[in-house]
C-alpha cells in the first residue's frame, strides 16, 4: 500500500514538472527584445517613411537596391552628394552635344583631329582660314559649320570629305582643287550608304566630282556654288551626281563648266528645283532610270547638249527655262524612252533643237512655249500616243519635224502657230482650217543635213506652199485640226 502511494505521488509531481515546463515563454532570439506582440500584421505607419539613415539598415529580407536608394536620396537631400550628382547629369548632358573649335583659337588645328575626337550630336565649328587636309573620313552624326568661309585645299591629293554617317550637317565651307582621276570618282563631298544629310551654302571649286551622293536617301543639297574648269569630257565629272539614292532635293545650286552639271541614275521620287545650270560639258541635266521625279524653276542654259532624260517613267518637268543650248548635237530637251510624264509650261528659246523625242510615249506637254528654235520639236516616229496641246510656236526655223512618212500616232490640237495662215469665219477662237506643221523641207533636211544651206531661198517658200495646198508627201495624221488664232498666255 506505501509502495502503491508512493508510484502515485511520483507521477503527479512529474506531470506537474511537465506543465511547468510547456507554459513558460521561449528565451529571445539573439539581439531582439522579448514582445507578445504577433508578427502578422504590419502597421501604415510602420511603412510610410523610409529615411536615408533606415536605408543603410535594411536587411537582405527587405533590400531595396543600392542604387534605387542612392537616386532617391539625391532627390531628397540637399547636399554635397547631390550637388554631385546633379552635375555629373550635367555633363553628362553636355557630352552628348559639344562644339569643337577649329582653328588657331581652337582647341583643334587640324580638321581630321576634331572628327576622331567627335562624338554622335557633335558640332565642328571651323574658323576662318585655309586648311591644307584631304581623304576627311566623316563616320559620325556630327554638324560641320564653316564660319567666316574657311577653305580646304585639297591640293589635288585626292578626295575631299568622305562621309559614311547619316545626318550629318555640312554648311559655309569652301573646297577646292580635287584632282582628276580615271581609276576613282574623287569629290569634293561624298556621302556612302548614308540618309538624312545635308550639304548647305559652300563653294565647291575646281573639283572633279563636286557633290556625290552613292546610296545615300533622303538628303538635301541646297544653295551651293559649283565650278569646274575642264573642256574635255574624257577629264571632267558631274557637278551633282546621285547613284540609287531616293528622296533627295537639289535646290537653289549653281552649277557651272562640269561634264553634267547634275546627273541621277537609279533614282526615285526626289525633286530638281531652281538650279541655275550653265555652261556644262555635256548636259545640264541628265536622267537615267530615274521614276516619279519633279524638276521644275530650273534654268538650263548653254549646255554642251542641253538636257537629256532617258529610260524614265512618270518625271514631271515644269516652269523650266532652256535657253541658248547650241550645237549639232545639242537640244533643249531629249526624251529618250521615258512613258507617262508631263511637259508644263516651260520655256525652249535659242536652242538647236527644243524637244527632241525618241521612243518616248504617253507624255503630255502642253502650255510651253517655243521661241527662236532652230527645231521646235522634232518627235521621231518610234514616240507615239503624245499629246501636244495648248503651245506656242513661234519664229522657229522648223516647228515640227518628223521622220514618219505617212502617219503620226501622235495628237497635235489646239496650238498656237505663227505660220498658220488660216481665218476664224466664226470667232470661236480656233482656226477654221486645219493647219499642217511639217514643212516639206523639213524632210528633205532630214534626209540631207546640207540641203540647210536653201533654208532662206526662194525656191524652198515655193516647195513648202506647193505642199501646203496639195499635201502629198508630209504625214497625213500630222495635223493640228484646232490651231489657235492668239497666243497663250503662260
Known amino acids: 500500500m506505501h509502495r502503491k502511494s ?22 529571445a532570439a539573439p539581439g531582439l527584445t522579448p ?46 552628394f547631390a550637388e554631385n550628382l546633379l552635375a ?34 557633335d558640332t565642328i565649328r571651323m574658323e576662318a582660314g585655309t586648311y591644307r587636309e ?23 591629293k585626292g578626295e575631299g570629305i568622305r562621309i559614311t554617317a547619316d545626318k550629318v550637317h555640312v554648311e559655309g565651307l569652301e573646297i577646292r582643287n580635287v584632282p582628276t582621276s580615271h581609276s576613282r570618282d574623287h569629290a569634293a563631298i561624298r556621302f556612302e550608304r548614308a540618309s538624312g544629310g545635308k ?42 551626281h546621285l547613284w540609287n539614292s531616293n528622296r533627295a532635293l537639289i535646290a537653289d545650286n549653281e ?41 521644275r524653276d530650273n534654268r538650263f542654259e548653254n549646255n554642251g547638249a542641253g538636257v537629256a532624260v532617258m529610260y524614265s517613267r512618270r518625271v514631271m518637268m515644269k516652269h523650266n527655262l532652256f535657253v541658248n543650248n547650241w550645237g549639232a548635237s545639242s537640244y533643249g530637251l531629249l526624251l529618250k524612252e ?38 521646235a520639236i522634232r518627235i521621231m516616229a518610234s514616240s507615239m500616243d503624245n499629246l501636244i496641246t495648248e503651245n506656242n510656236f513661234i519664229d522657229n526655223a522648223f516647228d515640227v519635224s ?26 470661236d477662237g480656233f482656226g477654221d482650217v486645219p493647219h499642217r506643221p511639217v514643212r516639206l523641207f523639213s524632210l528633205i533636211v532630214e534626209r540631207n543635213p546640207m540641203a540647210l544651206m536653201l533654208l532662206r531661198s526662194i525656191f524652198v517658200q515655193i516647195l513648202d506652199l506647193t505642199e501646203r495646198v496639195m499635201p502629198t508627201i508630209t504625214p497625213e495624221t500630222l495635223v493640228d485640226e484646232k490651231p489657235l488664232m492668239r497666243k497663250v498666255a503662260i
Open 88 to 121: 555629373d547629369e550635367s555633363n553628362r548632358s553636355e557630352a552628348a552635344s559639344r562644339t569643337l573649335i577649329v582653328g588657331e583659337r581652337g582647341g583643334f588645328a587640324r580638321i581630321a583631329d576634331a572628327l576622331s575626337a567627335a562624338s554622335d550630336g
Open 6 to 27: 508512493h508510484i502515485a505521488l511520483s507521477m503527479a509531481l512529474a506531470m506537474l514538472m511537465a506543465f511547468m515546463v510547456h507554459s513558460r515563454p521561449a528565451p
Open 338 to 375: 521615258i512613258t507617262d510624264s508631263e511637259i508644263f509650261e516651260n520655256e525652249f528659246s535659242g536652242n538647236t533643237i527644243g524637244i527632241r523625242s525618241e521612243g518616248s510615249d504617253r507624255v503630255k506637254k502642253h502650255r510651253n512655249s517655243f521661241h527662236r528654235n532652230g527645231w
Open 255 to 295: 552649277i557651272i563648266g562640269h561634264r553634267d552639271g547634275i546627273y541621277l541614275e537609279y533614282v526615285q521620287e526626289s525633286s530638281i528645283t531652281g538650279n541655275h545650270v550653265e555652261k556644262n560639258i555635256r548636259y545640264g541635266l541628265h536622267f537615267m532610270f530615274s521614276d516619279d521625279c519633279v524638276y
Open 134 to 156: 584631304h581623304e576627311l573620313l566623316v563616320d559620325r552624326q556630327v554638324t560641320i559649320l564653316g564660319i567666316g568661309r574657311p577653305v580646304i585645299d585639297v591640293e589635288h
Open 199 to 240: 550639304v548647305i551654302d559652300n563653294i565647291l571649286d575646281d573639283t572633279f566630282f563636286g557633290i556625290y551622293l552613292a546610296r545615300a536617301h533622303d538628303m538635301v543639297i541646297s544653295d551651293n556654288r559649283l565650278r569646274a574648269y575642264h573642256t574635255r569630257e574624257s577629264v571632267s565629272a558631274n557637278g551633282i
Open 402 to 427: 518628223t521622220n514618219s512618212r505617212r502617219h503620226s500616232r501622235n495628237n497635235f490640237e489646239a496650238n498656237y502657230w505663227d505660220k498658220y495662215s488660216g481665218y476664224d469665219l466664226n470667232g
Open 35 to 80: 514582445s507578445t506582440e504577433t508578427t502578422s500584421e504590419v502597421t501604415p505607419e510602420t511603412t510610410s517613411e523610409v529615411t536615408p539613415e533606415t536605408t543603410s539598415k535594411v536587411t537582405p529580407g527587405n533590400r531595396v537596391s543600392d542604387e534605387v536608394m542612392t537616386r532617391k536620396a539625391a532627390r531628397t537631400e540637399s547636399g554635397p
